[in-house]
């Protein structure tokens, strides 16, 4: 029981999540009509529609009023100071219990309310959340966790589920595309597993899931610069135009490999600033100085 408890609750809070554009939508969307020209990408199908989103943990607000929106094949970038709300955003994305939603939507392909969802339920839709700190699951092997979450994944679908010997091809491929070798899948679920081997058994997870949004949070912290640019080449080998991806990050150097479409700076709970990749680079020679103008 204790094992089955560990996986679930993994299985509960290991997917779900994503964004897009800007602090305040309609403003957001039209200086990108402005970036580009004119031309808005408003045909591309939205995927997550996030409104002044609030959510509190203890009584204490954290979010003060989120908005994004991310459409297929977009990716957005997450940048902000320590505490400014960036983890707590994809966890409330995602349906964690810890947290408390006190007002605004997320609105999930079309118009589907991902507050009414459990959060096993936003993760069989097609919500995947990378964790910074990627979960142990002692007595649990990581094939068994892999296969039973993309069977889960495929039931959802619609799919016939995948037996063991059918995983094994499928799962082979894909480990080949993150650097693991086959050696890992009888180890128990990153138990012993490096900083590295973690965050490259999160976006196997993510490569097998296939998601249709997936939020990356701090996929880039503690990564050395090989390990950085295999979790980078899974990243971009799983983007395509049916899917969006958001990566929540504090360095450039993620964004060098894995090409932001868009980028929000997140303060105090909201998103304050939206651009496009210029403003990564900015961040990166001048800091948030401007987000407190007495300094």
């Known amino acids: 029981m204790a094992r089955r408890a560990a996986l679930l609750l993994v299985l509960q809070g290991c997917r779900a999540l994503s964004l897009s554009p800007s602090g305040t939508v309609a403003p957001h969307h039209a200086s990108?009509?402005?970036?580009?020209?004119?031309?808005?990408?408003?045909?591309?199908?939205?995927?997550?529609?996030?409104?002044d989103l609030c959510a509190s943990v203890q009584d204490t607000p954290i979010l003060k009023g989120v908005n994004i929106r991310v459409r297929r094949g977009e990716v957005h970038a997450i940048m902000?100071?320590?505490?400014?709300g960036k983890s707590t955003f994809s966890k409330v994305?995602?349906?964690?219990?810890?947290?408390?939603?006190?007002?605004?939507?997320?609105?999930?392909?079309?118009g589907e309310d991902l507050l009414d969802l459990e959060p096993q339920e936003r993760a069989q839709q097609g919500v995947f959340l990378a964790f910074q700190y990627p979960v142990?699951?002692?007595?649990?092997?990581?094939?068994?966790?892999?296969?039973?979450?993309?069977?889960?994944?495929?039931?959802?679908?619609?799919?016939?589920?995948?037996?063991?010997?059918?995983?094994?091809?499928?799962?082979?491929?894909k480990m080949s595309s993150v650097g693991m070798?086959?050696?890992?899948?009888?180890?128990?679920?990153?138990?012993g597993f490096?900083?590295?081997?973690?965050?490259?058994?999160?976006?196997?997870q993510m490569a097998l899931l296939e998601p249709e949004i997936a939020i990356l949070d701090e996929t880039d912290s503690g990564l050395d610069i090989d390990a950085l640019k295999t979790v980078a080449d899974g990243v971009n080998a799983y983007k395509s135009d049916s899917n969006g991806i958001v990566l929540i990050t504090h360095y450039q150097r993620l964004l060098?490999?894995?090409?932001?479409?868009?980028?929000?700076?997140?303060?105090?709970g909201q998103i304050v600033k939206s651009g496009g990749p210029e403003?990564?680079?900015?961040?990166?020679?001048?800091?948030?100085?401007?987000?407190?103008?007495?300094?």
Not at 32 to 50: I, S, T
Not at 181 to 191: A, I, K, P, T, Y
Not at 256 to 268: C, L, T
């Open 32 to 51: 990108c009509a402005a970036r580009m020209g004119g031309v808005m990408m408003a045909e591309a199908e939205v995927l997550l529609e996030v409104q």
């Open 80 to 84: 902000g100071p320590n505490g400014s």
């Open 93 to 110: 994305v995602v349906g964690h219990p810890a947290y408390e939603v006190t007002g605004g939507t997320v609105n999930f392909r079309d």
């Open 136 to 173: 142990e699951i002692p007595g649990v092997s990581n094939a068994d966790f892999l296969r039973l979450a993309v069977n889960k994944r495929r039931a959802a679908l619609g799919e016939s589920e995948y037996d063991p010997i059918e995983f094994f091809g499928v799962l082979g491929e």
């Open 181 to 191: 070798s086959m050696d890992f899948l009888n180890r128990e679920v990153n138990s």
């Open 194 to 204: 490096s900083g590295g081997e973690k965050k490259r058994n999160e976006i196997l």
């Open 256 to 268: 060098d490999y894995i090409k932001p479409d868009y980028v929000h700076i997140m303060s105090k």
């Open 279 to 295: 403003l990564a680079l900015e961040l990166e020679a001048e800091g948030y100085a401007f987000l407190d103008p007495a300094r």
